[in-house]
Structures are given as structure tokens and as C-alpha cells.
């Protein structure tokens, strides 16, 4: 999930906690990474919501973007819905703080594996189904109750789910929204796209995944967004296997984006995930000169987020919506690989 720019020349992170960390490979994906001082922010912070407010989604409340669509606005959030006592819960949950991220790679043995492939499964079966609820009318937080309930009736528990203090099972992000959209009131609209993360611990790994839909009649430009975005992330998986260096991802990404004059949103990141949510190393999606290679055995996620006009991101005072600073398009796509002595193996796929 996502961070976004302020006014400052900082980023605001979200799905973390109150503190900072740095890491020798920080991670993240939920979390705003500093490529410079490789630091990872871990902060909730709410330094300039007010300003947030009242600069954007105020003044910006009923304009209309691209002659046809109103900017993205929050709707109402319903309660946090319960998870049935036996279901095995994470270490971070009911805990307002984020947890740190974990350092070093986690190398994946048989048992390992065999868990990360089931809860990547049921992770991409969630999505898919969660993907054919998309229509015109249907609110986010009707998309939310139903992964909800699917997630926790195959005896798994959504990972989102009080990260932090994050209060729903799913990310839901409309149009300009780059990540992190709480599921909420407002419903669909005919021509809307929108980004569905999942998240889902099962047997104690976690499998992660997300994939933009389109909702109802869809016009030829954001047709053209979310087909190149999927793009680049097949193009990313592609060239992964052992040894290979994590830098190369970023440059298939940026390559692609800028043939098509896209912006890539370099705020969020891949990331380890496993047994821990986030964890080492961290994947950029734009061009690097990190270092690092892969490794057999381990398992990491690649998102990139792509955009129509700004890649700079702008959070809304809740504290987790991101969105395009000129409210313009995004669009991601994200999988849970492993890495294999082939090459690499999708574990999010049906």
C-alpha cells in the first residue's frame, strides 16, 4: 500500500506504525522508502491532514476531471467487521502499531513453499472473485464483506485487517486512487477502474495480490492504462530467477511505462512476504542501481503502479488513501512470486 507527497517534499506513509526504522534492504510496500537514506518511514503521521483537508478534498470537492468524471471523494466507513475466534490471526493484529519490517531474506524450505502456494491460491481466488463484483452501483464496502467472508470461511484471515489500525479486510483503490483505499460507501460508476489488494494469512504465510477491474463501459485511455500495467508486470516476472539482480525489475517497469508516457509511482514498493508481511527485500519499480540479487527459494511480491499524468501522490486525511495529485488514472497489478532454478514461479494465479 501506499505513501504520498505533501506539500513538503516528504511522503507520508501509511499501513505502518508510529516509529521509524532503517534497514541495510528495507522493505516495503504499504511503506514510504527513501531511496536516498534507505530509510523506511514508519509513521502514521497526521502532520498535514488538516492542511490535506481543507486544500484538497474541500476545495476539489464537485470538480470534474477529463470533462466527464468527478474527482474521487470518501464516502462512510462501516464498523470493522469480526473475525470468528478460531481462525489463527497475525502477530500485528489489535495492535494500533504497524510492525517493524523484517530484516534479511526469508528462504522458503519444502513445508515453507507448500504453504506459500496454498495461501497464494486462495489469495488469487479471493481476487478473481472479488473482481467479479465489480459493476455499476456496487460499493467498495459490499466488496469488502464479501472477501471478508470468503477469506475467513477457507479458515484464513485477512491480512489488512487491523494493520496498523487499517478497519477493512481489503484495499479498494478507484480511478486516480494509487493504494490503500478504505472500502466505503460510495458506489461504482459505469466507466470507473478500480484496484482490488488482497491479502490473506493462511497456515501462517501470507499470500498477496491485487489486480485492476473495469467497471461497466471503460473508455479507451484507461483501457490503455490497465492493459500496459499488467503488461509491465508480466514483463517483470519474466526476466526473475536466481541470481538475477533486483534492479532489472524496476528498469523493465520504467522501460515500458516510458514507451507509453506513463508516470511510475516510486513511493511503493515490493516486498519480501511470507511468514511476515513485509519483509526484506525491498523492489523498486522504477530505474535503480540498488544492490542485490535473488535468491532460490524466496518469495517477494512486484506491484507496480502506473499513471496517466503525476506520479506524485497526495494521502487524504484518513491516513491511507493515496491519490494522483492531479487526480489523474492509476492502475496496478501484483503477484507473489517464488524464485525457482527455472526462473520464477507465480504462486498468485489460479
Known amino acids: 500500500m501506499a505513501g504520498v507527497k505533501s ?10 506504525g508510529n516509529n521509524s526504522i532503517r534497514s541495510t534492504q528495507p522493505l516495503i510496500h504499504l511503506f514510504r522508502f527513501d531511496l536516498g537514506r534507505r530509510h523506511v518511514s514508519m509513521q502514521l503521521s497526521r502532520t498535514f491532514s488538516g492542511l490535506t483537508d481543507l486544500l484538497f478534498n474541500r476545495r476539489n470537492e464537485d470538480e470534474v476531471i477529463d470533462g466527464k468524471r468527478k474527482r474521487l471523494r470518501p464516502g462512510n466507513v462501516s464498523p470493522r467487521r469480526p473475525v470468528p475466534g ?17 530484516s534479511g531474506l526469508e528462504v522458503h524450505d519444502k513445508k515453507g ?8 491460491i486462495l489469495a488469487a481466488r479471493v481476487r478473481d472473485y472479488a473482481g467479479t463484483l465489480v459493476k455499476p452501483g456496487v460499493t467498495t464496502d459490499e466488496i469488502d ?3 471478508h467472508n470468503m477469506i475467513i470461511e477457507n479458515g484464513a484471515y485477512p491480512s489488512p485487517l487491523g494493520y496498523g489500525g487499517f478497519p477493512k479486510s481489503v484495499c479498494t483503490s478507484v480511478n486516480e486512487c494509487i493504494c490503500h483505499g478504505i472500502p466505503d460507501s460510495r458506489p461504482l460508476e459505469d466507466g470507473d477502474i478500480i484496484n482490488i489488494d488482497v491479502t490473506v494469512y493462511l497456515n501462517g504465510y ?12 471503460v473508455d479507451e485511455k484507461a483501457k490503455k492504462l490497465v492493459e500496459v500495467t499488467k ?7 519474466s526476466i526473475c530467477g536466481p541470481g538475477v539482480e533486483y ?6 517497469i520504467h522501460d515500458l511505462a516510458d514507451k507509453h508516457k506513463y508516470g511510475v509511482v516510486r513511493q ?31 518469495t517477494f511480491t512486484i506491484e507496480p503502479m502506473l499513471t496517466i499524468g503525476s506520479r506524485n501522490p497526495i494521502m487524504w486525511d484518513d491516513n491511507w488513501t493515496v491519490v494522483t495529485e492531479d487526480a489523474s488514472l492509476s492502475a496496478q497489478f501484483e503477484h507473489t512470486i517464488l524464485i525457482t532454478k527455472d526462473g520464477a514461479e507465480i504462486l498468485t494465479k489460479c
Open 268 to 298: 511503493f514498493v515490493g516486498h519480501g512476504v511470507g511468514s511476515v508481511f513485509h519483509a526484506d527485500p525491498v523492489v523498486l519499480h522504477f530505474r535503480n542501481n540498488e544492490a542485490g540479487r535473488m535468491v532460490l527459494n524466496q
Open 7 to 16: 506539500l513538503q517534499p516528504r511522503l507520508i506513509s501509511s499501513f505502518l
Open 206 to 217: 501470507h499470500g498477496d495480490t491485487s489486480a485492476t477491474f473495469f467497471c461497466g463501459n
Open 247 to 252: 534492479k532489472k525489475i524496476g528498469k523493465v
Open 86 to 102: 478460531h481462525i489463527t490471526k497475525p502477530p500485528y493484529v489489535d495492535s494500533l502499531q504497524a510492525p517493524g519490517i523484517s
Open 113 to 120: 513453499i507448500e504453504c506459500m502456494r496454498a495461501s497464494g
Open 145 to 147: 464483506e464479501a472477501v
Open 231 to 237: 503488461e509491465s508486470l508480466d514483463k517483470a516476472i
